[in-house]
């Protein structure tokens, strides 16, 4: 079995709004990297932006000092396909200087992905890894809907394997992996491709530890965990029991306790420093099992509902989010499409009557401006946002149409 | 399959000192029974003692108005054979007393277990409980240790269904029973007898939900859950996920949401109105894993070391313990005996010389007082203990040696 450590991206980015500093990193990274982990991931997702909007610091710079102090251990990053550390589409030379800094800087694993699954968003950060001789890792979007089915995963991570991808990620941002389900994609994977899963989920709502199980019983490759101060709560399993569980029945060499004592004592004064900023989660959040909603996107919701004086129609929002997902086709909800998503259904129980406020995001969304939805989009909800006569734009002219409107 | 609820006697025990007083349980009630959970463990444990020490209540008058409640499903108990729910050992008449009136007051199911699975512990408990109808459940106490293989439960396994119980819990009070071992050791189980085999674990140092799930896999019948708000932390692992998944698989009725979100909102209040007894644990505790001991027995050497001024000499205690199990005879590390080896581990790391002094109870351990170990006590300790005209009494008598010395 292969762990691949999250606690210097995912970890600290889901429990302490992803304020660890390099100089908290530093004194633990001889010691991590002792531990035999297959790979770190250290760097991309919201690190990028944090490091600068926050902590005043170079994102560039931590990734070259990690580097420097990690010389046995894989170093990884998060990458949002075409927008890859921020929040909207790049141009393609953007991507391609963006990909090759990283590797030149040190990463050896690119984990793309795109929330739509829509493998177009993706091809220009795998093409340009892959000349940077990086291993890319495509990552698929896990999520539930009637179009999200086994096929379908199978299908796209046929597309990624085709675009060369070296290893597939099962993504499963909002922790709604079931065991079975994962026993089931994970078999089917394995059955039909040959390059290494690797299992990625969340402890939101309680489902990770036994989906892991279930994923490692039907031959995952490697799975994400934390190190205990930054497992559990909205981040990943500790990784401690999963070892302990494994070396214990001799599929494992013994852990070096003394490091991981070292590391457990570091991260437990690190998680403390900065619990100003902590979830402060001591269980579950049960309700996201109804809500079929992220944690995040839900205590968004519940935030944006309280300050209008609406937090008793949250069952109503809860119910309209899995109509507004149908009627845009299906969006896995991830960012961005999750707060696009969950502002529109806000937007729907609170006017009334549904789109009859539109956000900017959900017209662009329509325009094609995120990519190609898993299913089609409500063709009423496209004639509504776009009036006739784009109508007609969109529906003769195809691609080109929407490229159009899009840039209109 | 089939859950049990632990909400009322070993979530709260485990979260916040059993501190959950009646009137924060009625108006729970009426939801709890709607869920459909196969038993509610609601008394036994700490909360008798609990109940009459701290919160000035009845647990007589608690049972009552709980089994007044609830209509559909059965309630449980947790009895420790001949301590009960005290810390010695009771006249037989006094077991055969509360036992009855344990059933007359509305429990259904009552599981026993002695700390050293000593079955002789057990019988006049199983006994009387046999003839008042209620349904027996004998527990394993699970433990690590060269003498606990397999083959050790299975025989004493079979002692218990000798002995008339109607099911076997297998019961990790430190959490510590893997995936695998739970697989193999359900696996045995189920082959071997044809009664329910329920388990019994906590999630303090995270194998908990993973077991569980190995444990469903090889067949187990029942599991023991918690409502969320007390789940997680040193508690069981959280009913809602796990019920949640087999659901969505098919393998379960959907759950009535709406009762849970009730339960959910409820006991989230409860726990932070005893806030000032919470564990607050936001993630496990992985050092357990190395050292092999329950949460609440390694957090008492903590405060005890601490309060020496020894606190720096943690290790080896840790070290020291192992050692003490040994002599001992490898009594599971759960109450009483937890204490016992970890008192005495203290002491010899703090003294320098092993066993220059001896704790009361170790002593009385020695001579039989709290049953007969898993292995033979090592025979240099007895002879330290005892003395040698004592030790000849204790040899050359057996059984009639033992009592005699307990006695006098
Ligand atoms: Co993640
Ligand atoms: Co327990």
Redesign the interface.
């Known amino acids: 079995m292969n762990f691949v450590d999250t606690t210097l991206r995912d970890g600290h980015q889901s429990l302490i709004a992803t304020r660890m500093s390099t100089e908290d990193m530093l004194p633990a990274l001889d010691a991590i990297d002792k531990v035999g982990f297959y790979s770190m991931e250290v760097w991309g997702g919201a690190t990028f932006d944090v490091a600068v909007r926050f902590l005043n610091e170079d994102p560039w710079e931590r990734l070259r000092k990690i580097r420097e102090k990690i010389k046995n251990t894989k170093l990884q990053m998060l990458l949002r396909g075409q927008n890859l550390v921020g929040y909207r589409h790049y141009a393609d030379d953007t991507v391609r200087l963006f990909v090759r800094k990283a590797v030149e800087n040190g990463l050896d694993i690119i984990r793309i992905f795109d929330a739509l699954n829509d493998e177009r968003n993706l091809l220009i950060a795998i093409d340009e890894a892959k000349k940077s001789n990086a291993h890319v890792q495509g990552a698929i979007s896990y999520t539930i809907s009637p179009v999200h089915t086994i096929e379908y995963y199978l299908e796209y991570a046929r597309k990624l394997i085709e675009l060369g991808v070296d290893s597939i990620c099962i993504k499963d941002m909002a922790g709604l992996l079931?065991?079975?389900?994962a026993y089931n994609l994970v078999s089917a994977l394995k059955k039909q491709f040959s390059i290494p899963i690797n299992v990625h989920s969340h402890c939101t709502?309680?489902?990770a530890?036994?989906t892991?199980?279930?994923a490692m019983?039907a031959g995952a490759d490697i799975i994400d965990t934390a190190l205990?101060?930054?497992?559990?709560?909205t981040s990943q399993?500790?990784f401690?029991?999963?070892y302990?569980?494994l070396s214990?029945?001799g599929d494992l060499p013994a852990?070096d306790?003394d490091t991981?004592?070292f590391l457990?004592d570091h991260f437990t004064r690190v998680r403390q420093k900065y619990a100003a900023f902590?979830v402060?989660?001591?269980?579950?959040d049960?309700?996201i099992?109804?809500a079929q909603v992220p944690g995040g996107m839900y205590s968004n919701m519940v935030k944006q509902l309280q300050e209008q004086k609406m937090a008793h129609r949250m069952k109503e929002v809860l119910e309209e989010i899995p109509r507004v997902q149908k009627d845009l086709g299906y969006p896995p909800l991830v960012t961005p499409t999750s707060q696009i998503v969950g502002v529109q259904a806000v937007l729907n129980v609170m006017t009334g009557e549904r789109y009859s406020k539109v956000t900017k995001e959900v017209k662009e969304y329509v325009k094609g401006f995120y990519g190609r939805p898993p299913a089609p989009i409500d063709p009423e909800l496209v004639k509504k946002i776009l009036g006739d006569e784009d109508v007609l734009i969109y529906v003769i002219l195809g691609e080109i149409g929407k490229k159009y409107l899009q840039k209109r």
């Not at 205990?228 to 709560?233: K, Q, T, V």
């Not at 402060?280 to 579950?284: D, E, F, Q, V």
């Open positions: 079931t065991p079975k389900d709502c309680g489902l530890p036994a892991y199980q279930a019983d205990s101060p930054f497992a559990l709560g399993p500790p401690e029991p999963i302990y569980a214990k029945n852990l306790w991981l004592d457990i902590d402060k989660m001591t269980t579950i049960p309700k099992l109804y």
